[in-house]
């Protein structure tokens, strides 16, 4: 089945305490990106990566890494984590197309909680 | 840059109201697609529709169907005879550009909510 997942799902942490959030994707798809949701500001781009070992920033990408070294694999990192990091988390993929749309899939989420 | 506006932060109808949800978008790319997700309770996302700047034609699927009209940047979503299922927040996303990838303008989000 073609999907993209996420974990953990669910994450509650300390302030400082460093982060991991994997995404994996197996549809052989060149671009992931990362997006947090959080309430009445939609969903914003945190970091996008066109291939292996190309990535650059989103529109929040402060207090955030990523890293792309397989294609299939997009973790998300934050180093120091801050409670404004405080929220829910999507990872999505798609095609590069040279035309047509770039539908993205979505990973099911990831909330995460820093106290 | 580009841009989505919901304007409608929380809308609530009882079952079986049809119900518009809005969404206005701005961009300065001639070509462009135009989604609709959407995020029940459960939290994941749910992708709806994609439409493309050149095709213009409403389009109709069960209850639900899309205007989209150019000349206003408009893409608006209707829900008829509602059912409480439909409770949920629903994203418009705007994505520019061919040749490349772009990332998903969000809007803020609509929040639904369907009550017997």
């Known amino acids: 089945e073609a999907q993209v997942t996420q974990n953990p799902r669910y994450l509650i942490t300390v302030t400082g305490k460093k982060l991991t959030v994997t995404c994996s994707q197996n549809?052989?798809?060149?671009?992931m990106s990362w997006y947090r949701q959080d309430p009445g500001l939609g969903l914003r781009q945190i970091y996008y990566?066109?291939?292996?070992?190309?990535?650059d920033k989103g529109d929040v990408p402060e207090g955030y890494k990523v890293s792309r070294k397989e294609k299939r694999n997009f973790p998300l990192i934050l180093e120091s984590p801050s409670p404004n990091q405080t929220s829910l988390y999507f990872c999505?993929?798609?095609?590069?197309?040279?035309?047509?749309?770039?539908?993205?899939?979505f990973g099911p989420g990831t909330r995460l909680t820093v106290l | 840059a580009q841009k989505v506006t919901q304007a409608q932060t929380e809308i609530s109808v009882v079952e079986k109201e049809d119900v518009t949800l809005d969404c206005v978008y701005e961009?300065?790319?001639?070509?462009?697609?135009l989604f609709w997700y959407k995020q029940p309770p459960s939290g994941e996302l749910v992708f709806l529709i994609r439409?493309?700047?050149?095709?213009?034609q409403n389009e109709i699927s069960g209850r639900y169907s899309w205007n989209f009209q150019k000349s206003t940047s408009s893409f608006n979503f209707t829900i008829t005879a509602s059912q409480v299922v439909d409770s949920a927040v629903y994203f418009c996303?705007?994505?520019?550009?061919?040749?490349?990838?772009?990332?998903?303008?969000f809007g803020t989000g609509t929040r639904l909510q369907v009550t017997l």
């Open positions: 999505a993929s798609s095609l590069i197309r040279t035309s047509g749309s770039n539908e993205q899939f």
């Open positions: 549809m052989n798809h060149e671009y």
């Open positions: 990566s066109m291939n292996v070992e190309v990535t």
């Open positions: 961009t300065r790319d001639t070509t462009y697609y």
């Open positions: 439409r493309n700047s050149f095709d213009e």
């Open positions: 996303a705007l994505s520019g550009g061919t040749g490349t990838a772009s990332k998903l303008t």
